[in-house]
């Protein structure tokens, strides 16, 4: 165990954050409700779930729960739960970036993923605050990352932190990551690691990072990264790095899990025959195929019906032969010119 699973894990702690947190349960959605209900509490460990049941809690939102929640999820290395898949909002902006995040809750979406860069934290933030309201859905339910998108001192960097929190307005952040290596990551990583000791951050992590510079990285760390966050999908898989993260207790989540598109990914023959035989598109195939392995998946879109489209891949199994085609699709290269990590 890392001193950040210690640290987490202590009852002080625990007591303190749900203390912090059932403020802004009641501030975000009006209701505080911490009942894992069967479901899962994303950002919450298991410990604090069963100890938090409550009859009450569980049959007011026991309709959000089975119905639409999507209990897929995965366990950082902080005991903290976080949904398989997710909405990324890179290019959603404004009143449609708003009615996104109300769409994707009420489809089932529980993680969302933003960044400084994506000039659309407000919106993401007021999208959700309106959804859980609307949808009596706790803060807690929910898991909100951002990312740190410029190179900073340590100062600046703490500075930026509280900006992050005051645009998302979600009285925490649920994961923040450093958007890519910086000149600076080891003094932002520190000032991160104290807002995370604040309260202000359940957890942190990396995107970006290549493999070296990935290993020398968490040397330093006092707190470890619970993922990194690359440019992961059929033709680009990871599955060699995805090994080195996890032998450290750092899982991959996967950023343009369709590639963006690129590659006519949406038209992959390969793809396309083995959705065919799952009754499948070529989206819901790439995205099992990437869950299948525990990455954590990030698709973007504005669509309801893509939203769903995307959230429903997890009724049914890749067979052998289906794996064994699309790892021929592995090109170990990025789709983008700009990008090499
Ligand atoms: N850490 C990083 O450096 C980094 C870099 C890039 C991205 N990201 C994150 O990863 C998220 C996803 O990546 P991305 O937005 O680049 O690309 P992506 O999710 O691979 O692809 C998004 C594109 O696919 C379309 N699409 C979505 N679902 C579809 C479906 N079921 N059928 C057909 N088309 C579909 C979308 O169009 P519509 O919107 O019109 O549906 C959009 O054009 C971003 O939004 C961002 O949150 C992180």
């Not at 949904?83 to 996104?100: I, K």
């Not at 070296?212 to 990194?228: G, H, Q, R, W, Y």
């Not at 592995?330 to 700009?338: H, V």
């Amino acid at each position: 165990m890392d001193k950040h699973s210690d640290s987490i894990n202590t009852a002080r702690n625990r007591r303190e954050f749900l203390k912090d947190s059932s403020k802004m349960a009641a501030l975000v959605g009006g209701v505080a409700c911490f009942g894992a209900f069967g479901g899962q509490m994303f950002g919450a460990d298991s410990k604090t779930q069963d100890s938090k049941k409550d009859s009450k809690t569980q049959s007011s939102n026991a309709k959000d729960s089975k119905i639409t929640e999507s209990n897929h999820a995965i366990t950082l290395n902080n005991g903290l739960s976080m949904p398989l898949v997710g909405l990324g909002t890179y290019d959603l902006r404004d009143s449609a970036c708003v009615q996104a995040m109300q769409d994707a809750l009420s489809v089932g979406y529980r993680l969302f993923d933003t960044a400084q860069m994506y000039a659309n934290e407000s919106e993401v933030g007021k999208g959700l605050k309106r959804g859980l309201k609307a949808q009596n859905i706790a803060r807690e339910r929910i898991f909100v990352t951002t990312k740190l998108s410029n190179n900073m001192t340590y100062a600046e960097c703490k500075k930026e932190i509280d900006v992050r929190l005051k645009k998302l307005d979600l009285g925490y952040i649920d994961l923040l990551l450093l958007h890519r290596e910086f000149e600076n990551s080891k003094d932002m990583w520190r000032a991160m690691q104290e807002a995370h000791k604040a309260g202000k951050v359940r957890s942190l992590g990396l995107s970006n990072f290549s493999q070296s510079a990935f290993l020398d990285f968490i040397k330093t760390c006092e707190i470890k990264p619970v993922v990194n966050q690359l440019e992961t999908h059929v033709f680009f898989q990871r599955r060699e790095y995805q090994g080195v993260l996890e032998a450290h207790g750092v899982r991959l989540q996967a950023w343009s899990p369709f590639s963006k598109g690129k590659n006519d990914f949406f038209n992959n023959e390969v793809l396309l025959k083995i959705g065919k035989k799952h009754n499948k598109s070529a989206a819901q195939v790439g995205l099992n195929y990437l869950v299948s392995r525990g990455v954590s998946v990030i698709p973007k879109t504005s669509k309801i019906e893509r939203m769903r489209e995307n959230l429903n891949i997890f009724d049914f199994t890749l067979d052998k032969s289906d794996i064994d085609s699309i790892a021929k699709l592995d090109t170990g290269k990025s789709s983008f010119g700009w990008f090499n990590a």
